[in-house]
């Protein structure tokens, strides 16, 4: 995937597009997120992307104006998602060049797929590899590295810990759920090791360990995005 453009993701309501962006990341994909249809127009220009995945109802030009200035210039798929379910709206779509259309309510599993295969993507190569800051975490590899210092070394309960939490971007968990899902039966598995171990991965991580987040009362919570 690496290899290609990021897919642009033009969305305007914030929990749906954060969502998006999350599970686009978690897949391995390079993202670029535009919020209003003159942004979108900006960042395809900026960068051509691999695949759009486009709404309809868009502060400025809204997506029906997007397809229409992107017909016959932009040569990639198209996904429209929408909660727009009527069969005009579909039609007028598939009419100005949109290769699929999802309607919203979706699940995120199904958004994949039709990505997958709008890019002739096989399944069994499409790696889940997540990405922020200088850290690559390979989830199919059980792998962890930084740019310029190579793999993370990690301890197997380190590598347990970190991969539940990216695993479940944006949750917060408790360090139960953490030690009985992440940690050995034959081990300590009580609170303050889970905090031994997180703290351990946030240092071995450097300042990209910081989206390893402590949920007060809670326990941990991984965000794939900066705090404000």
Same mark, same amino acid.
């Given at each position: 995937?690496?290899? $290609?453009?990021?897919?642009?993701?033009?969305?305007?309501?914030?929990?749906?597009?954060?969502?998006?962006?999350?599970?686009? &990341?978690?897949?391995?994909?390079?993202?670029?997120?535009? %919020?209003?249809?003159?942004?979108?127009?900006?960042?395809?220009? &900026?960068?051509?992307?691999a695949l759009v995945v486009l709404d309809?109802?868009?502060?400025? /030009?809204?997506?029906?104006? =997007?397809?229409?200035?992107?017909?016959?210039?932009?040569?990639?798929?198209?996904?429209?998602?929408?909660?727009? $379910?009527?069969?005009?709206?579909? =039609?007028?779509?598939?009419?100005?060049?949109?290769?699929?259309?999802?309607? &919203?309510?979706?699940?995120?599993?199904?958004?994949?797929?039709?990505?997958?295969?709008?890019?002739?993507?096989?399944?069994?190569?499409?790696?889940?590899?997540? %990405?922020?800051?200088?850290?690559?975490?390979?989830?199919?590899?059980?792998?962890?590295?930084?740019?310029?210092?190579? =793999?993370?070394?990690?301890?197997?309960?380190?590598?347990?810990?970190? =991969?539940?939490?990216?695993?479940? /971007?944006?949750?917060?968990?408790?360090?139960? $759920?953490?030690?009985d899902q992440a940690l050995p039966l034959?081990?300590?598995?009580?609170?303050?090791?889970?905090?031994?171990?997180?703290?351990?991965?946030?240092? &071995?991580?450097? /300042?990209?360990?910081?989206?390893?987040? %402590?949920?007060?009362?809670?326990?941990?919570?991984?965000?794939?995005?900066?705090?404000?």
């Open positions: 995937m690496d290899s $290609q453009g990021p897919i642009l993701v033009v969305e305007d309501d914030p929990p749906i597009a954060a969502g998006i962006v999350r599970g686009l &990341k978690l897949a391995g994909f390079q993202v670029t997120l535009a %919020t209003d249809g003159y942004l979108a127009l900006e960042a395809a220009l &900026k960068e051509p992307p309809l109802n868009l502060p400025g /030009p809204d997506g029906f104006a =997007l397809l229409e200035a992107w017909h016959h210039r932009l040569h990639v798929p198209i996904i429209v998602l929408s909660a727009r $379910q009527e069969l005009e709206a579909r =039609l007028r779509s598939f009419g100005l060049g949109a290769a699929d259309y999802l309607a &919203k309510p979706f699940w995120m599993e199904e958004l994949l797929a039709r990505i997958r295969a709008r890019l002739r993507l096989p399944e069994t190569n499409a790696r889940r590899v997540l %990405t922020w800051a200088d850290v690559r975490v390979d989830l199919d590899a059980r792998s962890v590295s930084r740019e310029d210092q190579g =793999l993370v070394p990690l301890t197997r309960h380190e590598l347990d810990v970190l =991969l539940y939490l990216v695993e479940r /971007p944006g949750r917060a968990l408790t360090r139960e $759920q953490i030690a034959n081990e300590e598995r009580d609170a303050r090791t889970v905090d031994s171990h997180v703290a351990r991965i946030r240092k &071995k991580l450097g /300042p990209a360990g910081a989206r390893l987040r %402590t949920a007060w009362g809670i326990g941990y919570r991984f965000d794939l995005e900066d705090a404000p």
